[in-house]
Antibody, heavy 119, light 107 residues
Framework: EVQLVQSGTEVKKPGESLKISCQGF????????IAWVRQTPGKGLEWMAI????????KYSPSFQGQVTISADKSITTAYLEWSSLKVSDTAIYYC????????????WGHGTLVTVSS | DIQMTQSPSTLSASVGDRVTITCRAS??????LAWYQQKPGKAPKLLIF???TLQSGVPSRFSGSGSGTEFTLTISSLQPDDFATYYC?????????FGQGTKLEIK
């Protein structure tokens, strides 16, 4: 059974750093891309970045380039999304999703990580 | 970037009704269009991909059609489990974009 298990809820202050994770089970982790998608009430679903864990090929949405860092450790089948300095506007639910090779369809999603940034 | 626009934003319907949701792309995405269902507190779930292909395990009352810039999701006979929010998403390029969502409510 395919599973994407995400790290738990985070409550942070503006300016703090954060790294959230997404661990894949039940499939060949290095054969699929992993994307991160943000969900907020105001802007809905927004694609942020995508990584191919086998060779760490990375692509960022222009809206999030420079704001976050995506990475992966294929030895532990885990992808990450990292912030060096959080803003209140980073408050959101963050989903990781598996993307099929070739057509990059987001066919399976993690359960989401709620990040709250507040002073 | 490609903008996706769904209509309506909210749809009130009853069990047994046939409903249709529309999604328009700002430029052609061929048939690289997916539909997702999301329930409160849950992740989006893939229903349809390549505009009209049903994901494994999805009931046959769901169907999709369209190509280019105009797409529809139809539920032929609403069931209580179908009341949720539906999103379209283009994957013509890796620069994915999503519709704003259609909330399907019980009338």
């Amino acid at each position: 059974e395919v599973q994407l298990v995400q790290s738990g809820t985070e409550v942070k202050k503006p300016g703090e750093s954060l790294k959230i994770s997404c661990q894949g089970f039940g499939y060949s982790f290095t054969n699929y891309w992993i994307a991160w998608v943000r969900q907020t009430p105001g802007k809905g679903l927004e694609w942020m970045a995508i990584i191919y864990p086998d060779d760490s090929d990375i692509k960022y949405s222009p809206s999030f380039q420079g704001q976050v860092t995506i990475s992966a450790d294929k030895s532990i089948t885990t992808a990450y999304l990292e912030w060096s300095s959080l803003k209140v506007s980073d408050t959101a639910i963050y989903y990781c999703a598996r993307a099929t090779p070739g057509v990059l369809l987001l066919d399976f999603w993690g359960h989401g990580t709620l990040v709250t940034v507040s002073s | 970037d490609i903008q996706m626009t769904q209509s309506p934003s909210t749809l009130s319907a009853s069990v047994g009704d046939r409903v249709t949701i529309t999604c328009r792309a700002s430029q052609s995405v061929n048939t690289w269009l997916a539909w997702y269902q999301q329930k409160p507190g849950k992740a989006p779930k893939l229903l349809i991909f390549k505009a009209s292909t049903l994901q494994s395990g999805v009931p046959s009352r769901f169907s999709g059609s369209g190509s280019g810039t105009e797409f529809t999701l139809t539920i032929s006979s609403l069931q209580p489990d179908d009341f949720a929010t539906y999103y379209c998403q283009q994957y013509n390029t890796y620069e994915y974009s999503f519709g704003q969502g259609t909330k399907l409510e019980i009338k």
